[in-house]
């Protein structure tokens, strides 16, 4: 007996048995990573090092330097995966945790920035932001401004200078430079090709309590005043972009609470000297602080008449 086609006895067996694998490999796959890690007595954090190394090496397999500045952005989709890969160990944890025990660890052999060994991009957006809020509430934030302005599901290429993944961890000293013209942050802002500044808030605005975010404001003010092409400074959380009207009523006006009674002379650096050259700074340009804390009011406005 022959048959012209599949009997729907084996067709029907055939369906079931791949289904079946698909189901178990999806519950082995865990299974096989925890073995993995350990047999070969790795803690989970150096077992994700691991294998994340090993799949920026496959990405990205001859990392090589690059001016600091406007060409060492990341994407969304590279920021999502770094957040993804390494999430059950980060937790609530803050770029701090990052920076010490993930960006170094990753970094170490070859020297290089994050953006540099992942496969560096030009930048769209400036991130403005505090190191200490939680990472995950940054990556959101992030994610939730791609989605805001880019094509639909284009929001993993939106590329972002973000300092931590663009300046290289191993030459801090040399990323800030001599002068504050040299600096990787004034350099990317002011490049010409830089849309706006995206800056990550949290309900307390953090990061406008701290010196060098108010010098990526003062820098962001400067340049939407003589390029028109220039977005401003735009205020983003985790649960959406407020000058699209996207995120959470009780956030934003949680952040307009906060913003009403905040003082930008009040910021502080980790260092002195960096306070003191930017208050200088702020005191020079027309308006002094008084101007300063006029323009995020403002900004903070804006927003909060998008979100009507």
């Known amino acids: 007996l022959v048959f012209s086609t599949v009997p729907p006895v084996i067709t029907s067996a055939w ?3 791949v289904g ?12 096989v990573r925890f073995s993995y890690w350990c047999l070969h007595d790795l803690t989970l954090l150096e077992y994700h090092l691991k294998q994340h190394s090993q799949s920026l090496s496959r990405v990205n397999p001859a990392p090589v330097p690059c001016p600091k500045g406007p060409d060492r952005a990341v994407n969304a989709g590279q920021v999502w995966e770094l957040f993804s890969t390494f999430e ?54 992030i994610r939730r401004h791609g989605e805001s302005i880019a094509a639909e599901g284009k929001w993993r290429k939106m590329s972002y200078w973000i300092c931590s993944l663009s300046n290289n961890q191993w030459r801090v000293a040399e ?23 995206a800056m990550v808030l949290d309900d307390q605005a953090l990061p406008l309590t701290r010196a060098w975010c108010l010098f990526e404001v003062l820098q962001t003010k400067s340049i939407q005043s003589r390029q028109p092409s ?13 000058h699209k009207g996207k ?14 009674s905040l003082k930008l002379e009040n910021a502080t650096a980790s260092v002195q000297k960096d306070k003191d050259m930017i208050d200088n700074l702020v005191s020079k340009m027309p308006g002094g602080f008084d101007a300063m804390n006029a323009f ?12 009507q």
């Open 88 to 141: 059950d160990c980060i937790r609530e944890r803050s770029m701090y945790y990052i920076a010490t025990n993930i960006l170094k660890p990753l970094t170490k052999t070859q020297r290089l920035s994050y953006a540099e060994l992942a496969g560096p991009n030009h930048v769209q957006w400036f991130v403005s932001h505090f190191w200490g809020t939680p990472f995950r509430h940054f990556v959101l934030s």
């Open 230 to 242: 220039f977005q401003g400074l735009w205020l983003c959380t985790s649960t959406g972009v407020l």
């Open 247 to 260: 995120a959470g009523v009780d956030v934003a006006m949680r952040i307009a609470e906060r913003l009403s």
């Open 20 to 31: 079946l694998s698909v189901v178990a490999s999806m519950l082995l796959a865990p299974v």
């Open 175 to 197: 990323e800030v430079g001599e002068s504050w013209e040299q600096s990787s942050f004034y350099l990317a802002l002011n490049c010409g090709d830089c849309e706006g500044t």
């Open 15 to 17: 369906y079931s048995f």
């Open 296 to 307: 995020v009011r403002s900004n903070i406005a804006e927003a909060l008449l998008n979100m």
